[in-house]
T-cell receptor
Protein backbone atom coordinates (compact mmCIF):
# COMPACT_ATOMS: atom_id res chain seq x y z
CA UNK A 1 0.00 0.00 0.00
CA UNK A 2 0.89 3.67 -0.05
CA UNK A 3 2.28 5.10 3.15
CA UNK A 4 3.99 8.36 4.01
CA UNK A 5 5.12 8.95 7.59
CA UNK A 6 6.23 12.14 9.26
CA UNK A 7 6.17 13.28 12.89
CA UNK A 8 2.95 14.90 14.02
CA UNK A 9 4.45 17.79 15.95
CA UNK A 10 7.80 19.45 16.54
CA UNK A 11 8.89 22.46 18.57
CA UNK A 12 11.96 24.66 18.24
CA UNK A 13 13.23 28.09 19.23
CA UNK A 14 14.00 31.12 17.11
CA UNK A 15 17.39 31.00 15.44
CA UNK A 16 17.70 27.23 15.78
CA UNK A 17 17.87 24.53 13.10
CA UNK A 18 15.15 21.88 12.77
CA UNK A 19 14.98 18.75 10.64
CA UNK A 20 11.61 17.26 9.67
CA UNK A 21 11.85 13.67 8.52
CA UNK A 22 9.63 11.85 6.05
CA UNK A 23 9.67 8.17 5.11
CA UNK A 24 7.63 6.75 2.29
CA UNK A 25 6.51 3.45 0.82
CA UNK A 26 4.73 3.89 -2.48
CA UNK A 27 4.09 1.69 -5.49
CA UNK A 28 5.96 4.12 -7.72
CA UNK A 29 8.16 7.16 -7.33
CA UNK A 30 8.37 10.20 -9.53
CA UNK A 31 9.53 12.86 -7.10
CA UNK A 32 9.07 14.09 -3.55
CA UNK A 33 7.64 17.47 -2.61
CA UNK A 34 7.58 19.57 0.53
CA UNK A 35 4.82 22.10 1.12
CA UNK A 36 4.31 24.67 3.86
CA UNK A 37 0.83 25.41 5.15
CA UNK A 38 -0.01 28.16 7.61
CA UNK A 39 -3.17 27.76 9.65
CA UNK A 40 -6.27 28.51 7.59
CA UNK A 41 -4.31 28.93 4.38
CA UNK A 42 -3.53 26.85 1.30
CA UNK A 43 -0.32 24.81 1.04
CA UNK A 44 2.54 26.53 -0.76
CA UNK A 45 5.36 24.77 -2.57
CA UNK A 46 8.77 24.64 -0.87
CA UNK A 47 10.89 22.07 -2.65
CA UNK A 48 11.09 19.15 -5.04
CA UNK A 49 13.55 16.24 -5.13
CA UNK A 50 13.65 13.52 -7.73
CA UNK A 51 17.34 12.55 -7.54
CA UNK A 52 19.29 11.59 -4.42
CA UNK A 53 21.01 14.38 -2.59
CA UNK A 54 20.48 17.78 -1.11
CA UNK A 55 18.62 20.69 -2.69
CA UNK A 56 19.23 24.05 -1.03
CA UNK A 57 17.01 27.07 -1.32
CA UNK A 58 17.86 29.87 1.08
CA UNK A 59 17.12 28.88 4.68
CA UNK A 60 15.39 25.70 3.54
CA UNK A 61 17.04 22.53 2.25
CA UNK A 62 15.55 19.18 1.29
CA UNK A 63 17.30 15.84 1.10
CA UNK A 64 16.30 12.62 -0.63
CA UNK A 65 17.51 9.03 -0.46
CA UNK A 66 15.46 6.89 -2.84
CA UNK A 67 17.05 3.61 -1.74
CA UNK A 68 15.98 4.29 1.85
CA UNK A 69 12.61 5.82 1.01
CA UNK A 70 13.61 8.81 3.10
CA UNK A 71 13.61 12.57 2.89
CA UNK A 72 14.09 15.44 5.27
CA UNK A 73 13.38 19.15 5.24
CA UNK A 74 15.97 21.27 7.02
CA UNK A 75 15.03 24.72 8.24
CA UNK A 76 17.84 27.01 9.39
CA UNK A 77 17.79 30.27 11.34
CA UNK A 78 14.24 29.64 12.41
CA UNK A 79 11.85 32.57 12.55
CA UNK A 80 8.47 32.87 14.24
CA UNK A 81 6.82 32.97 10.82
CA UNK A 82 8.09 29.44 10.17
CA UNK A 83 5.45 28.15 12.58
CA UNK A 84 3.27 26.13 10.22
CA UNK A 85 2.46 22.62 9.04
CA UNK A 86 4.96 20.99 6.70
CA UNK A 87 3.59 18.44 4.28
CA UNK A 88 5.64 15.72 2.61
CA UNK A 89 4.15 14.40 -0.64
CA UNK A 90 5.21 11.80 -3.19
CA UNK A 91 4.34 11.84 -6.88
CA UNK A 92 3.15 8.38 -7.77
CA UNK A 93 4.54 7.01 -11.00
CA UNK A 94 1.08 5.94 -12.08
CA UNK A 95 -0.16 9.43 -12.64
CA UNK A 96 0.13 13.05 -11.74
CA UNK A 97 -1.60 12.96 -8.35
CA UNK A 98 0.40 13.55 -5.17
CA UNK A 99 0.15 11.33 -2.13
CA UNK A 100 0.42 13.42 1.02
CA UNK A 101 1.63 12.59 4.49
CA UNK A 102 -0.45 13.86 7.40
CA UNK A 103 1.83 16.80 7.98
CA UNK A 104 4.15 17.97 10.74
CA UNK A 105 3.07 20.97 12.82
CA UNK A 106 6.11 23.04 13.74
CA UNK A 107 5.88 25.56 16.57
CA UNK A 108 8.66 28.14 16.84
CA UNK A 109 8.98 30.00 20.13
CA UNK A 110 11.09 32.98 21.14
CA UNK B 1 1.47 34.72 -10.92
CA UNK B 2 -0.48 31.51 -11.10
CA UNK B 3 -3.89 31.92 -9.65
CA UNK B 4 -6.24 29.21 -8.47
CA UNK B 5 -9.51 30.54 -7.15
CA UNK B 6 -12.37 28.81 -5.40
CA UNK B 7 -15.91 30.10 -5.41
CA UNK B 8 -16.36 30.36 -1.65
CA UNK B 9 -14.11 30.50 1.42
CA UNK B 10 -16.87 29.41 3.78
CA UNK B 11 -20.07 27.51 3.04
CA UNK B 12 -22.82 26.17 5.28
CA UNK B 13 -25.29 23.65 3.89
CA UNK B 14 -27.93 21.30 5.21
CA UNK B 15 -27.92 17.52 5.07
CA UNK B 16 -29.32 16.30 1.77
CA UNK B 17 -28.60 19.47 -0.19
CA UNK B 18 -26.74 19.35 -3.49
CA UNK B 19 -23.52 21.33 -3.20
CA UNK B 20 -21.30 22.72 -5.93
CA UNK B 21 -17.72 23.79 -5.28
CA UNK B 22 -16.10 25.63 -8.15
CA UNK B 23 -12.42 25.99 -8.94
CA UNK B 24 -10.86 28.12 -11.66
CA UNK B 25 -7.21 28.37 -12.71
CA UNK B 26 -5.72 30.91 -15.07
CA UNK B 27 -2.53 29.19 -16.23
CA UNK B 28 -3.86 26.82 -18.89
CA UNK B 29 -2.94 23.77 -16.80
CA UNK B 30 -4.16 20.40 -18.02
CA UNK B 31 -4.34 18.78 -14.59
CA UNK B 32 -6.65 19.77 -11.78
CA UNK B 33 -7.35 18.12 -8.43
CA UNK B 34 -9.80 18.14 -5.57
CA UNK B 35 -8.63 17.24 -2.05
CA UNK B 36 -10.23 17.33 1.33
CA UNK B 37 -8.21 18.06 4.46
CA UNK B 38 -9.21 16.87 7.91
CA UNK B 39 -7.32 17.08 11.22
CA UNK B 40 -5.22 13.99 11.79
CA UNK B 41 -5.92 12.65 8.31
CA UNK B 42 -4.04 15.12 6.14
CA UNK B 43 -4.83 15.85 2.52
CA UNK B 44 -6.76 13.12 0.71
CA UNK B 45 -7.41 13.06 -3.01
CA UNK B 46 -11.07 12.92 -4.06
CA UNK B 47 -10.89 13.25 -7.85
CA UNK B 48 -8.54 14.60 -10.45
CA UNK B 49 -8.79 15.52 -14.10
CA UNK B 50 -6.01 15.47 -16.67
CA UNK B 51 -8.00 17.02 -19.52
CA UNK B 52 -11.36 18.47 -20.42
CA UNK B 53 -14.16 15.97 -19.82
CA UNK B 54 -11.67 13.48 -18.34
CA UNK B 55 -11.73 12.45 -14.70
CA UNK B 56 -10.11 9.89 -12.45
CA UNK B 57 -11.14 8.73 -9.00
CA UNK B 58 -8.80 9.46 -6.15
CA UNK B 59 -8.64 7.73 -2.79
CA UNK B 60 -12.04 8.82 -1.44
CA UNK B 61 -14.49 9.46 -4.33
CA UNK B 62 -17.59 8.09 -2.60
CA UNK B 63 -20.32 10.69 -2.23
CA UNK B 64 -18.68 13.05 -4.73
CA UNK B 65 -18.70 13.67 -8.46
CA UNK B 66 -16.83 16.14 -10.64
CA UNK B 67 -17.25 18.05 -13.85
CA UNK B 68 -14.63 19.47 -16.24
CA UNK B 69 -16.38 21.09 -19.18
CA UNK B 70 -13.73 23.77 -19.72
CA UNK B 71 -10.00 23.54 -19.22
CA UNK B 72 -9.85 26.30 -16.62
CA UNK B 73 -12.74 25.09 -14.46
CA UNK B 74 -13.08 21.99 -12.30
CA UNK B 75 -16.21 21.51 -10.20
CA UNK B 76 -16.75 19.23 -7.23
CA UNK B 77 -20.33 18.13 -6.61
CA UNK B 78 -21.80 16.67 -3.46
CA UNK B 79 -24.98 15.05 -4.71
CA UNK B 80 -26.56 14.80 -1.25
CA UNK B 81 -24.44 16.44 1.43
CA UNK B 82 -23.91 14.58 4.68
CA UNK B 83 -22.41 15.70 7.99
CA UNK B 84 -19.30 13.57 7.44
CA UNK B 85 -18.51 15.74 4.42
CA UNK B 86 -17.87 18.71 6.69
CA UNK B 87 -14.27 19.52 5.83
CA UNK B 88 -11.80 21.87 4.18
CA UNK B 89 -11.84 21.36 0.41
CA UNK B 90 -8.75 22.32 -1.57
CA UNK B 91 -8.47 22.57 -5.32
CA UNK B 92 -5.08 22.35 -7.04
CA UNK B 93 -3.70 22.86 -10.50
CA UNK B 94 -0.58 21.24 -11.90
CA UNK B 95 2.17 22.93 -13.85
CA UNK B 96 4.07 20.62 -16.12
CA UNK B 97 7.81 20.45 -16.46
CA UNK B 98 10.52 19.32 -14.08
CA UNK B 99 9.03 20.19 -10.77
CA UNK B 100 5.43 19.30 -11.45
CA UNK B 101 4.51 21.69 -8.68
CA UNK B 102 0.84 21.79 -7.73
CA UNK B 103 -0.66 25.22 -7.02
CA UNK B 104 -3.44 25.28 -4.48
CA UNK B 105 -6.49 27.46 -4.20
CA UNK B 106 -7.36 29.14 -0.87
CA UNK B 107 -9.74 26.38 0.17
CA UNK B 108 -13.44 26.17 0.97
CA UNK B 109 -14.45 25.32 4.51
CA UNK B 110 -17.73 23.46 4.15
CA UNK B 111 -19.99 22.80 7.12
CA UNK B 112 -22.92 20.42 6.67
CA UNK B 113 -25.56 20.72 9.38
Amino acid sequence: GQNIDQPTEMTATEGAIVQINCTYQTSGFNGLFWYQQHAGEAPTFLSYNVLDGLEEKGRFSSFLSRSKGYSYLLLKELQMKDSASYLCAVKDQAGTALIFGKGTTLSVSS
Amino acid sequence: DVKVTQSSRYLVKRTGEKVFLECVQDMDHENMFWYRQDPGLGLRLIYFSYDVKMKEKGDIPEGYSVSREKKERFSLILESASTNQTSMYLCASLRGGRSGEQFFGPGTRLTVL
